[in-house]
């Protein structure tokens, strides 16, 4: 069987997607047996992907600057790109803030809360930019698989990737397809 | 005088959107080092409005490596709000879950992100350094990895539904009973997992005593410490009082909850998007203290399980009594917590009450605020909300685990960046010490953004004028 090259990335999210790629258990092992190979992910050393990655994973909504940098990197690095967790396939609970103008977000978190004595807004060139509206991937690059749930379901995950790597096309029906 | 900048960043941004500014003297020596944690996401913003009982579905979507955590904070406010005392099968269930979720978070930490290190070694080539070389370096060990994680995760999932966000805990208990199938196969395991973690203990232990003297120089200094326990002092991961240690350990003070606006108050520092909390009556600086394993293990007297208990007096003879200091001791001490943990379970599934199915009291909100507080895998985990009469959110405030570490964290990063960094000749050997300061404290950096496993990472030196004249990269 052929190599895959899997790679990965999270932006604006809570990482529980990638928890649901480790909830595979013993058939992450098995997948990667098969032929999956993890290219650049949270879980291994390598900085930005191989050039002829097969699949890139995009944990997370797109929510600042460096976000659209690193999901733009992955579509030129990718043959396909999964969008895997609502964050990513419509942008998910991050998108809340959206209907808070970006000040008043940043004055009750730094300023106002109960516990902050003498706050501020940090404002440190090192810190990256927030965008005025936290997007799903969609609208920044073209994604070609969504697998949906708040996490997805590992079964879910597990079906997807072992399509591709037995060079089909994955669907999700039934208990794959759970808007949880 | 100018100084001279190392950048140390993670490239990719994504890998809990951390870096290092290290500022060099002239003669290549370290002056001053800066851990920036950059995210910022706004959950006690725009929470506001929302019906309190959402709020323990909603903020566990904070962090997806301790979600339970933040499902039973924020649970335990909205009891607060209601008024009520939960059943006592409530307490028992939702703590079985905080075990649960210890036992997976814990356990992935140490062999699957800090492991690497200590099995391959701080020096192995890093193509190989992380969890893929771990599998082909000694694939039984990983396998046991795979194993404690997925059982941790398991307790969540036969208890609560759902491995990732249940909506098992709600204002004023939880939403099932536990099913007789369920607590037997929970029982099974707790045996073999117990042995696997001991292996685990024997690496770490075994690390210690080769290392030792790096273990007691490595990001070592002194602290506050603060943890939760119980009324006797041992060790308490659910419901218990909040104890805090000065840096000689001595308890300073120990406080319910409900009081922990007069005991921290956290401070902004412009590079970064992470606050700083302290401990109020001593101020800032003085009043800075470190959670998670090691602060909660120098705040015990003991621990209340046997087989936990046994390593506890090993670990309080690190350092002759005195507390703990070195930041390397962080993964012993989680491995003596996820034996207690485990032990713990073994306790709540015995207690006769367990299988009780009345589960839930109900109420209407009756008070205007609510307090929730557990020892999350990485340190205390506050969440307070205020609400109107019909119990819809006014604000909120959360103090979040890895929260109280950063101080720490960036302290640990100075002590090793100017322990091991010789601004002259940069080495990729030196990069992963940096690493591995941050690592020790098992960030999680989604609850402020999280970083899992290794941060691929470049250091750039640049002179005084801007000109970048040294750099090293680890692809």
Redesign the interface.
């Known amino acids: 069987m052929k190599k895959i090259k899997v790679a990965s990335?999270?932006?604006?999210?809570?990482?529980?997607?990638?928890?649901?790629i480790?909830?595979m258990?013993?058939r992450?092992?098995e997948l990667?047996n098969k032929g999956l190979e993890?290219n650049?992910?949270?879980?291994?050393?390598?900085?930005?992907p191989d050039d002829d990655t097969d699949i890139g994973i995009i944990e997370g909504a797109v929510a600042?600057d460096?976000h659209e940098e690193?999901v733009k990197m992955m579509r030129e690095k990718c043959k396909f790109i999964v969008a895997i967790g609502d964050c990513a396939v419509f942008g998910?609970?991050?998108t809340?803030?959206n209907?808070?103008p970006l000040n008043?977000?940043?004055k009750?978190?730094?300023i106002e809360?109960?516990?902050?004595?003498?706050?501020?807004?940090?404002?440190?060139p090192?810190?990256?930019k927030?965008l005025p509206k936290v997007k799903a991937v969609n609208e920044v690059i073209k994604v070609d698989y969504y697998i949906p749930g708040?996490?997805p379901s590992?079964d879910a995950i597990y079906h997807v990737l072992k399509e591709i790597l037995e060079g089909k096309t994955p669907v999700l029906t039934g208990e794959l397809l759970k808007y949880? | 005088m100018d100084k001279k900048k190392i950048t140390i960043s993670p490239?990719?941004?994504?890998?809990g959107?951390a870096?290092v500014?290290i500022f060099l003297n002239d003669d290549g020596k370290v002056d001053e080092a800066?851990l920036?944690i950059?995210?910022?996401?706004?959950f006690?913003?725009?929470?506001e409005g929302r019906y309190f009982a959402e709020m323990p579905v909603?903020t566990?979507?904070?962090?997806?490596?301790c979600?339970i955590s933040h499902h039973l904070a924020s649970a335990k406010a909205t009891d607060d709000i209601l008024g009520v005392e939960i059943p006592k099968v409530a307490k028992l269930l939702r703590e079985l879950i905080h075990m649960g979720q210890i036992i997976q978070s814990h356990s992935?930490h140490f062999f699957?992100?800090a492991g690497p290190d200590l099995i391959l070694g701080w020096d192995a080539d890093?193509?190989i350094?992380?969890?893929?070389g771990l599998?082909q370096a000694n694939p039984e060990l990983?396998?046991k990895a795979?194993?404690l994680?997925?059982y941790g995760?398991r307790i969540i999932e036969l208890v609560a539904g759902?491995?990732?966000?249940p909506t098992f805990a709600i204002p004023g208990g939880v939403n099932q009973a536990l099913s007789e199938e369920a607590r037997d196969e929970i029982l099974s395991g707790i045996d073999e997992m117990i042995s696997y973690i001991q292996e685990g203990i024997k690496i770490a232990l075994d690390f210690i005593e080769k290392n030792k003297e790096l273990c007691d120089k490595f990001a070592s200094f002194p602290s506050g410490y603060m943890g939760l326990v119980k009324e006797d002092g041992s060790l308490e991961l659910y419901d218990g009082k909040i104890r805090f240690m000065d840096k000689f350990g001595n308890v300073v003070k120990e406080f319910k909850e409900k009081y922990?606006?007069k005991y921290?108050?956290?401070?902004?520092?412009?590079?970064?998007?992470l606050?700083f909390?302290y401990y109020?009556p001593f101020g800032?600086p003085e009043g800075v203290y470190r959670v998670g394993p090691l602060g909660r293990l120098n705040a015990s007297d003991k621990i209340s399980t046997p087989l936990a208990n046994e390593e506890f007096k090993k670990y309080k003879e690190m350092d002759n009594g005195k507390p703990v200091e070195g930041s390397i001791y962080y993964h012993y001490a989680r491995l003596i917590e996820t034996i207690y943990a485990l032990e713990r379970a073994r306790e709540i599934l015995e207690d006769p009450e367990v299988m009780s199915k009345d589960t839930f009291v109900t109420g209407k909100p009756t008070n205007e605020e609510g307090i929730g507080v557990v020892e999350a895998p990485r340190g205390t985990l506050i969440h307070?909300y205020w609400v109107d009469e019909k119990g819809t959110i006014e604000?909120v405030?959360l103090?979040v685990s890895t929260g109280h570490n950063n101080w720490a964290m960036s302290k640990a990063v100075e002590l090793v960046a100017k322990g091991f960094i010789d601004g002259k000749n940069l080495t990729e050997g030196m990069l992963n010490r940096v690493e591995g300061a941050i690592r020790c404290y098992d960030p999680c950096l989604?609850c402020s953004t999280?970083?899992?496993?290794?941060m691929?990472i470049?250091i750039e030196l640049y002179d005084s004028k801007g000109n970048l004249i040294n750099f090293v990269?680890?692809?």
């Open positions: 990335i999270w932006c604006e999210s809570c990482s529980g997607c990638h928890m649901s480790l909830d258990d013993e992450l092992v990667i993890l650049a992910t949270p879980i291994t050393d390598l900085k930005v600042t460096h690193e998910g609970i991050v809340m803030r209907y808070v008043e977000l940043l009750r978190g730094y809360t109960e516990s902050t004595v003498d706050g501020k807004i940090p404002t440190s090192e810190l990256g927030h708040c996490p590992a949880e | 490239v990719t941004r994504i890998e959107h870096r500014t800066y920036h950059d995210q910022f996401r706004g006690e913003k725009f929470s909603i566990p979507r904070i962090c997806g490596i979600p992935m699957e992100l890093p193509r350094r992380n969890v893929v599998i990983a396998l795979v194993k994680r997925k995760q759902r491995r990732i966000h922990y606006l921290i108050g956290e401070r902004v520092e412009d590079w970064s998007y606050k909390p109020k800032w307070h604000k405030n103090i989604s999280h970083a899992i496993g290794k691929p470049v990269k680890r692809d």
